[in-house]
């Protein structure tokens, strides 16, 4: 490894600068640590269900093979009429495999809003796993469909897996 003057260089998990805490990246050699995911999408407002427990999925990120990570900021937008936060005829749920049935403790049955695209909230951090779809979905129980648009964006960051029980890994 390289000798570096001065202090070692420090890595954000978020490139807009709202990093849970700095890593140093010296301690990683010979492959990518943290790596940041930002991942943004959107949808016309689905037909009104049947069913509550027929969701769309608004966005989703499938974590990459050898890797897991944290998702710690999330946000939802409803862009159009009709909508008025809590009264229930959207609801959000955050899930953690493809098939939208493993939901996240603590992100279901959302009625509100939650944050924004432009100004993810942060949420306890979820441990995220190798090959596992993350995805925020909505259903829609009451809304008449009218060229209504949801936005959903996840942010956290992902690490390989071989970094972990590493006493250097923070």
Do not use: C
Not at 20 to 39: N, Q
Not at 65 to 88: A, M, S, T
Request: hydrophobic share 40%; aromatic share 10%; net charge positive.
């Amino acid at each position: 490894m390289p000798i570096r003057n001065g202090p070692a260089p420090r890595f954000s998990p978020i490139d807009s600068g709202h990093a849970r805490s700095d890593v140093s990246s010296s301690i990683y050699s010979g492959g990518k640590a943290r790596e940041p995911f930002y991942k943004q999408g959107a949808i016309v407002i689905p037909a009104i269900s049947a069913a509550p427990s027929v969701y769309s999925p608004v966005v989703q990120f499938v974590v990459p093979y050898g890797r897991n990570g944290y998702l710690w900021k999330i946000g939802i937008d409803y862009v159009g009429g009709g909508f008025q936060e809590g009264q229930g005829n959207i609801i959000y749920t955050v899930f953690r495999n493809a098939a939208l049935s493993r939901s996240i403790k603590g992100l279901v049955g959302l009625t509100a809003s939650i944050g924004s695209v432009n100004n993810p909230v942060e949420i306890p951090a979820v441990q995220i796993y190798e090959n596992e779809t993350i995805s925020i979905a909505v259903t829609n129980v009451a809304i008449p469909p009218a060229g209504q648009q949801l936005v959903g964006v996840l942010v956290g960051f992902t690490y390989p897996r071989s970094k972990e029980g590493d006493s250097n890994w923070p």
